[in-house]
Structures are given as structure tokens and as C-alpha cells.
């Protein structure tokens, strides 16, 4: 055989395996996101709203064949999951549950992440909070409690999940319309503040109606006053701050609400299909339903629109906690 020969079929080998080796990374490539199980970080305790949440999105992304897997990781009011979520692979299979009350973090520099970290997928909910007093409590009125919290100047407790958040902000606030001070006790979730506020182990708590209305119906505890403009839906009777005269807004509107991110370097592609996946879960009878339910409001905001919502509450946030915190914190 010629050596001209022997270099055609070296050459034909070689050009068969490129071709393989081609072949194979475009189908690689071309491989349906999501292939493998989603990891979707709760950067709380199990059992509270955000937690109750994301379960039931995972069950609905069942039924659309994706396996989405619930990861709580509590502490410092948000951040230690969310930075998990901020340093992982950006590929799409590490997502987070961003909150306002990490916005308020980001607000006074108590947190080293940036809202540059994250890729916004879709918001979740917005919730309005409530305050509620254990059920044997003798003050059946927010202006009952008003009262009691002026006549005693730094002895009220009101639990939170998390500090320096926006349920600390009304807590604060709280006092303030009283003209005194109050003691706000944070936690590490929801779930743990409804179940001291049942026990009679605080004075108050500041929490979601959807982390409450089990305890409400149950008459182990009751609400008094609303943080919004309007009274809510699902708890009529209850008056808000507002009609009652107390200004618990006196620097701008706040708003806290849920939203899922993703790491922000994921490729556009990937984002894209998360949005896909998610806006037809959350936009679904089921989903809407349940939180509607619950006290919470749904909405379709989802990529660049959400992105600027976020960034429009960090403004707010970046005014009034600097207003709010900086007597707390002397």
C-alpha cells in the first residue's frame, strides 16, 4: 500500500472522529432544559409562607414532568441562602426565593449581596402584613394595643421572621404611631413566630396572613390592623392602619412580595424556559387560587419587567430603612 494511501485513510479515520465527536456535542447541546431535578433554595425555615409556596409550585411543575427539589436554608434574614443561590453554577438548576425582606438587607449594607447577582424569573406573590395578638389578649382593637404600647415605652414584644426586614420595619412603625419604642423579636421563620404568638410567649407579631390564617381560624390567635391602604379580601373585618389614623408609611410605599432568581450569569436561553415553566404554574387556577386563599395577591410579572419592580422597591427600601433603622440602631 502507498504511503499516499495510508495518509487518505489516516485522514478519513480522523475526519470520522471529528465528525462523531461533533455530532455528539450538538445533540449534547441540544439537550431539553431541564434535564435533571431543579434545586430551589427557601432561604427560611420550613413551614412558612415562602416554604408553603415553593412546595406547592414544585407539585405543579410535577404535572408539567419537571422535578423541582425544596431546600431550606434559614439564617440571617435571607442571606445565607440566597448567596448559595448567587454563587452557584449559573445553569438552571439552582434557583432561590428572593424576598423584600433581603432587599431591606441590601438597603442598609448588612448583607454582602447585590440584586446584580441574580437573573429575575417570575414573582411569586405580594403580600400584605398584618399585626395579630395572641387570642386571650385584652386588646381586641388596634386601638386597644396602640394605647397599651404608649403606656408602656419599650416593654411590648413584637415578633418577625428575620430583623431588619420589612415586618421589622412595621414593628418599628407600630411604636411609632403609638409615640414610644418597641421590643421586636425576630426569628427564623414565620411558622416559629405564629407558634410563640399562639403560646402567649409575645405580645405581637408582624406576619402574612397566609402564615397566620390556620392560627386565626383555629382562634388560637387574632388580628387587629392591617399594613396596607385597603383592607384584604380574605380578612374583612379587619381595619387597616390607615382608616384608623396611624401613618405607618410616613416615607413612601412599601411592598413585600416573593419573586424567584436564578444565578445572573444563566444564558438567556435557559431564563427564558424558566420563565416559560414558571409563569404557567404560578398563572394557574390552582396556584391563584390557593394564595388568594391565603391573603396574598398574584400577579404576571416576570424577566426584565420583574427586574425593575425589584429594583423600584430597593429605592423605597434604601429611603425609609435608613429613616427607620438608624434610631433602632443607636
Known amino acids: 500500500m502507498s504511503h499516499l494511501n495510508l495518509l487518505c485513510r489516516s485522514a478519513s479515520r480522523w475526519a470520522t472522529v471529528l465528525l462523531l465527536a461533533i455530532s455528539s456535542h450538538a445533540g449534547w447541546a441540544a439537550e431539553p432544559f431541564p434535564s435533571k431535578e431543579i434545586r430551589f433554595i427557601v432561604p427560611w425555615n420550613a413551614g412558612g409562607s415562602n416554604d408553603i409556596a415553593a412546595r406547592a409550585l414544585a407539585q405543579l411543575l410535577a404535572e408539567q414532568g419537571i ?6 436554608v434559614p439564617g440571617a434574614t435571607g442571606s445565607i441562602g440566597m448567596s448559595r443561590v448567587a454563587s452557584a453554577t449559573p445553569d438552571g438548576y439552582t434557583l432561590g426565593m428572593g424576598t423584600s425582606s433581603t432587599l431591606a438587607l441590601i438597603a442598609q449594607n448588612l448583607t454582602p449581596l447585590r440584586n446584580e447577582q441574580f437573573a429575575p424569573i417570575a414573582r411569586v406573590t405580594i403580600d400584605p402584613l398584618i399585626l395579630l395578638v395572641p387570642a386571650s389578649s385584652p386588646h381586641a382593637t388596634l386601638e386597644s394595643f396602640i394605647d397599651h404600647v ?78 396596607a391602604n385597603e383592607r384584604l379580601q380574605v380578612l374583612p373585618n379587619v381595619p387597616t392602619f390607615k382608616e384608623k389614623g396611624f401613618d405607618v408609611f410616613p416615607y413612601g410605599p412599601l411592598v413585600q412580595m416573593a419573586y424567584i432568581v436564578a444565578p445572573a450569569a444563566t444564558p438567556e436561553a435557559v431564563r427564558e424556559r424558566l420563565i416559560a415553566i414558571f409563569r404557567k404554574a404560578i398563572q394557574g387556577d390552582k396556584f391563584k387560587t390557593s394564595a388568594q386563599q391565603g391573603g396574598a395577591v398574584v400577579d404576571d410579572l416576570t424577566g426584565a419587567a420583574l427586574g425593575r419592580e425589584i429594583n423600584g422597591v430597593q429605592k423605597s427600601l434604601n429611603e425609609v430603612g435608613k429613616k427607620v433603622f438608624v434610631t433602632e440602631k443607636k
Open 67 to 72: 422535578r423541582m427539589v425544596v431546600e431550606n
Open 150 to 227: 404608649s403606656k408602656n415605652n419599650g416593654k411590648v414584644s413584637i415578633g418577625t421572621p428575620g430583623n431588619n426586614n420589612l415586618n421589622h420595619i412595621f414593628a418599628v412603625m407600630t411604636g411609632r404611631a403609638a409615640g414610644a419604642e418597641v421590643l421586636a423579636v425576630p426569628y427564623t421563620g414565620g411558622s416559629k413566630v405564629i407558634a410563640d404568638l399562639a403560646g402567649k410567649q409575645i405580645d405581637a407579631a408582624v406576619l402574612k396572613p397566609s402564615e397566620s390564617k390556620a392560627q386565626i381560624d383555629g382562634g388560637l390567635v387574632k388580628p387587629i390592623g392591617v399594613f
